[in-house]
């Protein structure tokens, strides 16, 4: 069956022979030539070739079209067929479940959300999940014997046994094995990392990373989070914290943070904190998406609380600039698509607290800011890549 011989080539991991090397090198890249598989995979062409072949036999692989920029003849690429096999990629969220569908050549087949409420348990996101999952394979007529993993992109630290750490987004979840929670009962191989570091992979997959080997991801969504991308690796952390700018103490005496700490940086920046601030300012509910909706429309008052945001942001990006000193700064979440309403200020607050100065620098030299390209779902896109490259598997 062509599902088992995938399934083989891609998670045995004594399973290390030059087709597995091929096969996994097109799971984790999605249509690529046969020169970018001897590249990354370090065979020689003429092997990559031969095994090519042999893979397009027995339909484990197909051939595709791709285009570059302009005009031009299209190029031929390798892609895993499609019909090969399916992963999912699921957010453990503040107040929602979601949940991506994606075949092995990268095609995303579904995308859906379930609000939850609050501190839900456990017990009741593995229902939802698994709900989800069954009614999604029964929808698009496919076999759930196709599935090949289920990537889980956690709101908090993993850490390496896939215990969650404690997490201000999900304190119900403090020591919660995530393999014997879900393995159970989805039956299939599960992958996690905290939901950051999967944005960082969807960026680095598919996204304004391509081809970056360090940068950090700055998110500024319900709550903040980041990741640490250097070499090519994203960066774990002993515990599995590394990354989680948002509770960085920049006021000791400050509010008291869901964490127990006081003054952390998500406090002041986090798209939590500026719809509260909107939300007392109209005297009703609102969200992230009216908010940068009013802004960028010309109200003043939400223009400078989406500075303000920026502000505080820039300065704990200074922190960071002035420890890691990465290239690239990418701006994820729901508040970067307020786009210059939020950078512009972001940018002068890093300058202004960052130990080297623009001036210091060649401008090639200096960090790029810029945005992700995925704002909505980059967390789920990152589980499904967690999946996808095989990375992050609890065992």
Excluded at 198 to 218: H, I, R
Excluded at 297 to 311: C, H, I, P, T, W
Aim: charged content about 20%; some cysteine; aromatic content about 4%.
């Amino acid at each position: 069956m062509i599902n088992d011989d995938l399934k083989g080539l891609l998670y045995e991991r004594e399973v290390d022979s030059p087709i597995a090397r091929v096969v996994r090198a097109l799971s984790g890249h999605g249509a690529v030539s046969a020169s970018q598989i001897a590249r990354s995979t370090g065979l020689a062409r003429s092997t990559v070739s031969t095994i090519l072949s042999d893979l397009k036999r027995s339909n484990l692989v197909v051939e595709v079209e791709t285009r570059s920029p302009g005009l031009g003849r299209p190029a031929l690429a390798h892609s895993l067929n499609p019909e090969a096999g399916t992963c999912v990629g699921a957010l453990l969220g503040l107040d929602e479940i979601r949940i991506t569908l994606a075949d092995v050549a990268h095609n995303v087949l579904a995308d859906i959300s379930m609000p939850l409420e609050r501190d839900y348990s456990p017990e009741r996101a593995t229902r939802v999940v698994r709900h989800a999952i069954e009614n999604l394979y029964k929808e698009h007529s496919l076999p759930y014997s196709g599935l090949l993993g289920v990537g889980f992109a956690v709101s908090g630290p993993l850490a390496p046994n896939g215990r969650i750490m404690r997490a201000s987004v999900l304190p119900t979840w403090g020591g919660i094995d995530l393999k014997s929670t879900f393995a159970p009962v989805l039956q299939k191989p599960i992958f996690a990392d905290n939901e950051s570091n999967c944005a960082a992979l969807a960026e680095v997959m598919w996204g304004a990373a391509a081809g970056v080997e360090d940068f950090v991801l700055f998110k500024l969504d319900l709550g903040v989070g980041g990741a640490i991308v250097a070499n090519g690796k994203v960066l774990s952390g002993s515990s599995g914290a590394a990354g989680e700018f948002g509770h960085m103490v920049i006021e000791p005496q400050g509010p008291l943070c869901r964490c127990g700490n006081r003054g952390c940086l998500e406090l002041y920046c986090s798209a939590a904190s500026v719809v509260s601030l909107a939300q007392q300012r109209l005297g009703r509910a609102t969200s992230v998406a009216e908010v940068v909706t009013l802004a960028s429309n010309g109200d003043v008052g939400f223009q400078r609380l989406l500075a303000d945001a920026g502000e505080a942001a820039g300065r704990g990006l200074g922190i960071v600039g002035s420890i890691i000193n990465p290239p690239l700064f990418i701006i994820s979440g729901g508040l970067a698509k307020a786009g210059e309403l939020l950078l512009a200020p972001l940018r002068a607050s890093y300058e202004k607290h960052a130990l080297i100065k623009r001036q210091d620098l060649d401008e090639a030299a200096y960090p790029r800011f810029v945005t992700g390209r995925f704002l909505d779902n980059d967390n789920c896109m990152g589980a499904v890549g967690l999946v996808l490259r095989h990375s992050g598997r609890l065992t």
